[in-house]
């Protein structure tokens, strides 16, 4: 993913320009339908054969089996090491080789001395170099898609409904604005030289094409390196809420500098979270893709600086708000 910074406000990562779904830990399924008494859960209801409409969505989970992490679980540190970051390491070296090879494919093309061609390239600078990242983060994911898409399967089954789905879309938006617009008013952002280098190099981009890295290819490639595969990986090796904070923790660093690293971690708690209660690997890239086009959006032309502090306070009460009403109509989705 592109970074999760934002011209005057962080999203996630390099062209954030910060995407599997899993199985709750030891098997446990979120919104069973029968409670320990045996007894319908409160606010299901029932058709005439007798099944909850919660249960209507839960389908077959092999990986489920709190014994089938159990040997994994025994492997030296090692092993597990390797197990857990080979992927990334593939998905790295293939992007930065595809990164390589792409740039001396541009300074060849600018050697033939074209005019026309070169003041393009002059002209469309910052697009170019976000389109150049944009393809090799797809090359990277190409080696890593059997391995991501195996991950993704194991762990999935439906759950949920349309509703509770643009509940969350809402949520990630207001989370998302909401921490960039702490980071605005508290000054951290504009004090890290790092993350203004990131964020020129970001905002570089025409707006259409920063939509399509920050709201597509950023999210899908990424949520499948550090949900599809690192952090389904890492509750068989470990268990969910060790996983749940290593795999942020390692998606937060991923951005490179102090801010986009500490928005990255927050965003990927909340992600993982949310994966983990929907079990549908479209959750995650649905949260990152709205957190980003929500942010690169407000600050592409600078909102964040061109407006009082008073309401840019008063728009963040009403994000936390809304963000709250989303929190409770996603409430039956959340409980254990």
Known sequence: ??????????FARKGAAAPGDTLKHKGAVSGDALNNKG?????????????????KHRVSQPLNNPNASAPIKSWPSFKKTAYLLLPLFIYFVAHDIAQFLLWAVMEKILSSGSQSVT????????????????LAMLIGAAFIYKTAQKEVKAQTYEKGDVTSYCFL?????????????LFAQTGLSERSGAYNRVREI????EFAAGLILYGIISPLTEEAVFRGILYNRMKRCFNYPI???????????????MI???????????????YEKYHNFTVPVLFH???????????????????????MMGTMAVLLAVGGICLWQMRKVFQP
């Open 169 to 181: 879309a809402a949520f990630a938006a207001c989370v998302s604005v909401t921490i960039n617009i």
């Open 39 to 55: 007894s319908i859960a409160s606010g299901d209801t029932v058709n005439h054969q007798g099944v909850s409409d919660r249960e």
């Open 119 to 134: 003041a393009f390239c002059s002209r469309y600078a910052g697009t170019l170099q976000g389109a150049i990242n944009g």
């Open 260 to 274: 986009q690293a500490a928005y990255g971690t927050l965003l990927g708690l909340l992600i993982a979270y949310a």
């Open 243 to 257: 996983a749940l904070i290593l795999s942020s923790l390692f998606f937060g660093l991923y951005h490179g500098n």
């Open 1 to 10: 993913m592109f970074k999760p910074d934002a011209h005057r406000g962080a």
């Open 289 to 311: 893709a709205v957190a980003n086009i929500s942010v690169f959006t407000l600050t592409y032309h600078n909102w964040f600086n061109q407006v009082s502090r008073a309401v």
């Open 202 to 205: 970001q905002y570089g981009v």
